[in-house]
Nanobody, 122 residues
């Protein structure tokens, strides 16, 4: 079993920046980021592959959000720039030890963090 611990959420003004962290207790193949706003389904934000570090992002965050990993390859980060009020949501990190498709669906991940609230004021 893999435990994921998230941190870095908070309140920020529109146009500002925030960085989320997700520390994993074990090795995984992919680390994904998802978000869920009130009244909406959980949606894909981005994913990174541990081995090569290549990434894939949702169209809504391309050019604004960046996923990275540390040297020990046990922690991933979500750098969020040029934040908009519509980015307000609970953000979740997720991990998978296997590869299923392009890893953009919540159903393809086995482990989940506790979630962290991100609020962007207008």
């Amino acid at each position: 079993q893999v435990q994921l611990v998230e941190s870095g959420g908070g309140l920020v003004q529109a146009g500002g920046s925030l960085r989320l962290s997700c520390a994993a207790s074990g090795r995984t193949s992919h680390m994904g980021w998802f978000r869920q706003a009130p009244g909406k389904e959980r949606e894909f934000v981005g994913v990174i592959r541990w081995s090569a570090g290549n990434t894939l992002y949702a169209d809504s965050v391309k050019g604004r959000f960046t996923i990275s990993r540390d040297n020990a390859e046990n922690t991933v980060y979500l750098q969020m720039n040029s934040l908009k009020p519509e980015d307000t949501a609970v953000y979740y990190c997720a991990a998978s030890k296997i590869t299923i498709g392009i890893m953009t669906s919540p159903a393809t991940y086995e482990y989940w963090g506790q979630g962290t609230q991100v609020t962007v004021s207008s």
